[in-house]
Nanobody, 125 residues
Framework: VQLQASGGGLVQAGDSLRLSCAAS????????MGWFRQASGKEREFVAAISRRGKRTDYVDSVKGRFTISRDNAENTVFLQMRRLKPEDTAVYYC???????????????????WGQGTLVTVSS
């Protein structure tokens, strides 16, 4: 399974950005998906997760109300819509996937088997 993250860029504080993660080589509809981020000099952290059919989601507190994770199983893609971006959102964003039963989501990196290469989001103040 290969995951390809895209959509990062340089934006100003308050702007919006949508990240995409396209999957290939596996049965995307069986994967719980997640987004993580790693800021310079910091450890990678959980951002958001979504269950196989998208009915269950979870977010880190710092992005609740601003970020929305969604997925299109027909297009083998998971999205992260980011709104009201802040400079502290600056990081490399990674998507991750793991095959599991429906309704399950993971906020721990160790639970994910597959990772994308990361896409850089830079938010200027």
């Amino acid at each position: 399974v290969q995951l390809q993250a895209s959509g990062g860029g340089l934006v100003q504080a308050g702007d919006s950005l949508r990240l995409s993660c396209a999957a290939s080589g596996g049965t995307f509809g069986t994967f719980a998906m997640g987004w993580f981020r790693q800021a310079s000099g910091k450890e990678r952290e959980f951002v958001a997760a979504i269950s196989r059919r998208g009915k269950r989601t979870d977010y880190v507190d710092s992005v609740k109300g601003r970020f929305t994770i969604s997925r299109d199983n027909a297009e083998n893609t998971v999205f992260l819509q980011m709104r009201r971006l802040k400079p502290e959102d600056t990081a490399v964003y990674y998507c991750a996937g793991h095959s599991t039963i429906d309704g399950v989501i993971f906020d721990q990196q160790a639970r994910y088997s597959y990772w994308g290469q990361g896409t850089l989001v830079t938010v200027s103040s």
